[in-house]
DNA sequence: CCTCCTTTGAAGATG
DNA sequence: CATCTTCAAAGGAGG
């Protein structure tokens, strides 16, 4: 009943004429401070990425229009760390949404703190968090060489305006459909992204701004060299067309293939 | 276990 | 200086 409704919803959608790239959607260009325009500002859209692009783009979120709700973005998994008070971060800018970044919490990488909570965005090279580089007790000389580089451990990149709006809105898009893969979410919350006034992209652009500042003091010396070329390097001609290798995209399907069934997905969700 | 997928934006690398 | 590449998050999927 409910799923024909959407389904034939759906189908709609796929006949309506494509918005032929921005339509009357809002500008693309939200950037206040922005340097330069990415340059790929027109990501190439998945067929169903395309289908899904609604001529009635999502309303913006309604806690987002009020403005003096300011609620701190939601990370589920990290809630147990935001439960500091401020004043343990005295000495930053308390203005700042340290809250929302992993980096920004005190940890390891904040010199002289006393907690020894260690945040996410500080992880040994391992990449697990949880790991505890002491557990053993034996150190072999390759186990110090290693320990050594425990001790150096990742600091990661600080959110950027998008990475903080997924953070915040992950949770809800989840919620509001049956998906769970991260690549499907994520087309959902780019789609979102775009639909968003200047004025709610605006916050979490001054948000990204707050958190790189204070990431600069968390680590004056820390610089995103450090992680370059730590992750798998991706094949040379991804981003471009890339498609011709007849992978699957985050649907499961193929994008040259374009035949690919529907995903189930509520019209709310886009 | 590791990498890909997918998004945007920032920044490093490259020509 | 313009362009290209990598990495931030995230979790299912596939090798």
Redesign the pocket.
């Known amino acids: 009943m409910y799923k024909d409704t959407v389904y034939s919803a759906f189908n709609l959608l796929m006949h309506y004429p494509p918005p032929s790239g921005a339509g009357q959607h809002p500008q ?4 206040l ?4 325009q ?4 027109v ?4 067929p169903l ?1 395309e289908h899904f692009s609604s001529p009635h783009p999502t309303p913006a979120p309604a806690d987002m229009n009020q403005k003096q709700v300011h609620r701190p973005l939601q ?1 589920p ?2 809630s147990g760390f935001y439960s500091l008070t401020s004043g343990s971060m005295g000495q930053l800018p308390h203005t700042v949404s340290w809250f929302t970044h ?2 920004l919490m005190l940890g390891s990488g904040v010199p002289g703190h006393p907690a020894a909570i260690p945040h ?2 500080i992880v040994p090279p ?2 697990k968090q949880e790991l505890q580089p002491y557990d053993r007790s034996l150190k072999t000389q390759a186990e110090s060489k290693a320990e050594k580089e425990a001790k150096k451990p ?10 903080l709006y ?2 915040e809105m ?1 949770a809800k898009v ?1 919620a509001e459909c049956t998906l ?8 959902i ?3 979102r ?2 639909a968003l006034s200047r004025e709610e ?1 605006a916050k979490y ?1 001054e948000l ?2 707050k958190e ?1 500042q204070l990431h600069m003091q968390l680590y004056p010396g820390w ?18 067309e ?2 011709a ?1 007849g ?7 193929y ?1 040259e293939k374009a035949a690919a069934p529907a995903p189930f997905l509520p019209m709310t969700v886009l």
């Open positions: 693309p260009q939200p950037p401070n922005k340097a330069s990415p340059t790929h500002g990501p190439q859209l998945s990425y990370t998994d990290l992993p980096s996410p965005a391992s990449g990742t600091i990661k990149k600080p959110l950027n305006a998008f990475m997924m953070k992950r989840i769970k893969e991260s690549a499907a979410i994520n087309q919350l780019g789609r992204w775009h992209q652009y990204a701004r790189r610089s995103a060299r450090d992680n370059y070329g730590k992750k798998k390097r991706r094949s040379r001609e991804k981003h471009q890339s498609n290798g992978k699957r995209n985050a649907f499961g399907t994008p």
